[in-house]
């Protein structure tokens, strides 16, 4: 008796290692990047968010919201959003505050907003000390002649996440097949 307990206990074991892992039991994916295009106040304006972290937010330890970026011309009769080569720019300055602000602080980029004539990231911190004096020391070096912003302040809840970045029911709706086909919904 106690054999055949064995040997069913190991065939039972054996079949649950090889069984899939279930939908909920699978790794949460951390990055899930997507980007739409809205009107705001008769403007486009073009939304950057990671959407994996939905589900984890907010996430605690980085409660302070720090939101920066850079201004840029467009040409008069433009959306306001950037050409091509502007596009290429503010990508690359994007990469190299990237790296500062890690250097500072346990960081988390969750998305960018784009409009008028201005590209602003969306980053949670743990630490916000010396951030501010750091950027802009950053974009007196890297771009002196650009109008920089910085705001850094506290959103436990991460609103502007969850009530900004992230796309709202209407948006949804609008981009579904679109979320869908990410595997988003």
Request: glycine share 4%; aromatic share 10%; charged share 20%.
């Amino acid at each position: 008796m106690k054999y055949v307990f064995l040997a069913l206990l190991a065939l039972a074991v054996q079949s649950c290692e090889r069984a899939p892992l279930s939908r909920a039991a699978q790794p949460m994916k951390t990055e899930l990047w997507w980007s739409y295009l809205a009107d705001y106040d008769g403007l486009p304006g073009s939304t950057l968010v990671n959407l994996a972290l939905k589900p984890r937010a907010p996430i605690h330890d980085h409660a302070t919201l720090l939101v920066t970026g850079v201004s840029y011309e467009s040409a008069p009769k433009d959306s306001g959003l950037p050409d091509a080569a502007e596009l290429d720019f503010l990508n690359r300055l994007r990469g190299k505050r990237l790296t500062l602000v890690a250097a500072h602080s346990k960081a988390l980029f969750v998305g960018s907003f784009t409009h008028k004539n201005e590209r602003l990231d969306y980053i949670y911190v743990s630490d916000a000390a010396g951030l501010e004096t750091a950027l802009r020391d950053f974009y007196q070096t890297e771009c002196p002649t650009r109008r920089p912003y910085i705001n850094v302040k506290s959103d436990p809840h991460w609103e502007a996440y969850l009530d900004f970045l992230y796309p709202n029911a209407q948006t949804i709706q609008h981009y579904r097949a679109e979320l869908q086909k990410l595997g988003a919904l």
